[in-house]
């Protein structure tokens, strides 16, 4: 059973630049969530995709932006990159979000950094 | 005001003792509730949901209280494996992590 993958693992872009990132949910799972995790905090929810909408969203600027294919899988797009835009970017897939939220599982992570 | 937040830590406990961690949440309309952990440099797993009535889980024991918007996690017996950051989350319209409580067992 194929858990939760991310692709890049690591990457390095420059101020001003825009960058994708992939996440392909877990076996079954239909909804994506993604997150940015700085040095020493805890995850900070961006947003949540469910049947190619995004259904939720957190405290993120316009700069941040998704999508989501019929197959579930699901893209994470990031404009005028900034500094402060490097971190660890969690995706997460689960089941039934209509009830409040089911258990999230997690992929590794692509780690961004902006220089 | 955080919409969730949990004892700062660092946590330095031998093996066998027992740790208490805790967390309060803001939003009283929140729906469900987790504990996660999480390695160095790793993603976070699951480590167990949290019910109003209260769960076990082996060593591990969670409490909510709703009235309170309180969470709780004991973990009894620690091992050296359980070194880890503890993360308390709370979802209401997306999951809302805390910071983390950082826990070191030490033989």
């Not at chain 1, 825009?18 to 940015?36: F, N």
């Not at chain 1, 947003?47 to 294919?69: T, W």
């Not at chain 2, 880890?84 to 030490?106: D, E, I, Q, S």
Request: aromatic share 12%.
């Amino acid at each position: 059973d194929a858990g939760v993958t991310q692709s890049p693992t690591h990457l390095i872009k420059t101020r001003g630049q825009q960058v994708t990132l992939r996440c392909s949910p877990k076996s079954g799972h239909d909804t994506v969530s993604w997150y940015q995790q700085a040095l020493g905090q805890g995850p900070q929810f961006i947003f949540q995709y469910y049947e190619e909408e995004e259904r939720q969203r957190g405290n993120f600027p316009d700069r941040f932006s998704g999508h989501q294919f019929p197959n579930y899988s699901s893209e994470l797009n990031v404009n005028a990159l900034l500094l402060g835009d490097s971190a660890l970017y969690l995706c997460a897939s689960s089941l039934d979000p209509g009830a409040g939220g089911g258990e999230q599982y997690f992929g590794p992570g692509t780690r961004l950094t902006v220089t | 005001r955080k919409e969730v937040e949990q004892d700062p830590g660092p946590f330095n406990v031998p093996e066998g003792a027992t740790v208490a961690f805790n967390c309060t949440y803001s939003n009283s309309a929140s729906q469900s509730f987790f504990w996660y952990r999480q390695d160095c440099r790793k993603e976070p797993k699951l480590l167990m949901s949290v019910y109003s009535s209260g769960n076990e889980d082996g060593r591990f024991t969670a409490q909510l209280n709703r009235a309170s918007q309180y969470i709780s996690l004991l973990i009894r017996d620690s091992k050296l494996s359980d070194s880890a950051t503890y993360l308390c989350v709370v979802n209401k319209k997306g999951m809302r992590f805390g910071a983390g409580t950082r826990l070191t067992v030490k033989p």
